[in-house]
Nanobody, 114 residues
Framework: QVQLVESGGGLVQPGGSLRLSCAASINIFKIYRMGWYRQGPEKQRELVATITSTSPNYADSVKGRFTISRDNAKNTVYLQMNSLKPEDTAVYYC?????????WGQGTQVTVSS
């Protein structure tokens, strides 16, 4: 079992920045892949970014604006979001692929609006 707790969401103006955090209940060094997904209003959940021990992967819509990173010592994964746009508004979910299972956090709301 893996528990994931997200934090860092909120309301931000277009062009602004936010950093999301995802704290895991186990040593993330053991976790094959961690990532962030989002679900906007009346939309399906979509991939934002993932990271393994070797490299990150990003959705085309966020490349160059978002950065995913992991701190194994803190068992935490981050999503730095810059140049935010209204279309980035969504609930953001942390994901962990561990022992062939997917685990999800409860989600954190990000709203980009003036």
């Amino acid at each position: 079992q893996v528990q994931l707790v997200e934090s860092g969401g909120g309301l931000v103006q277009p062009g602004g920045s936010l950093r999301l955090s995802c704290a895991a209940s186990i040593n993330i060094f053991k976790i094959y892949r961690m990532g962030w997904y989002r679900q906007g209003p009346e939309k399906q959940r979509e991939l934002v970014a993932t990271i393994t021990s070797t490299s990150p992967n990003y959705a085309d819509s966020v490349k160059g604006r978002f950065t995913i990173s992991r701190d194994n010592a803190k068992n935490t994964v981050y999503l730095q979001m810059n140049s935010l746009k209204p279309e980035d508004t969504a609930v953001y979910y942390c994901n962990a692929r561990y022992s062939l299972k997917d685990y999800w956090g409860q989600g954190t709301q990000v709203t980009v609006s003036s």
